[in-house]
Nanobody, 116 residues
Framework: QVKLVESGGGLVQAGGSLRLSCAAS????????MAWYRQTPGSQRELVAT???????NYADSVKGRFTISRDDAENTLYLQMNSLKPEDTGVYSC??????????WGQGTQVTVSS
């Protein structure tokens, strides 16, 4: 059974940094892309960053130059390094894996709160 577990969230002051981790357990075949999403109360889920199986990355305009998505294949872990955090980055961050076989997986989310 595949499970994604995020960690690394917390409370940080504006200008600070956090690194989120998404550890995958179980066997995931044919990963096409991985991503981080975030959601705040009353708003839609927002795509923050994507990483393709080929290593291509894309970022939301609001986080470009501040966030970096990466992976460690040996550890089966996806990361999101977040620097120069702003209060508007506050939300629940979830990781997402998409596969060529049509399966997709979500983590349970980790709360990030940035105080001004």
């Amino acid at each position: 059974q595949v499970k994604l577990v995020e960690s690394g969230g917390g409370l940080v002051q504006a200008g600070g940094s956090l690194r989120l981790s998404c550890a995958a357990s179980g066997s995931i075949f044919g990963i096409k892309a991985m991503a981080w999403y975030r959601q705040t109360p009353g708003s839609q889920r927002e795509l923050v960053a994507t990483l393709s199986s080929g290593g291509n990355t894309n970022y939301a305009d609001s986080v470009k130059g501040r966030f970096t998505i990466s992976r460690d294949d040996a550890e089966n872990t996806l990361y999101l390094q977040m620097n120069s955090l702003k209060p508007e980055d506050t939300g629940v961050y979830s990781c997402y894996f998409d596969t060529r076989l049509g399966y997709h997986y979500w983590g349970q989310g980790t709360q990030v709160t940035v105080s001004s």
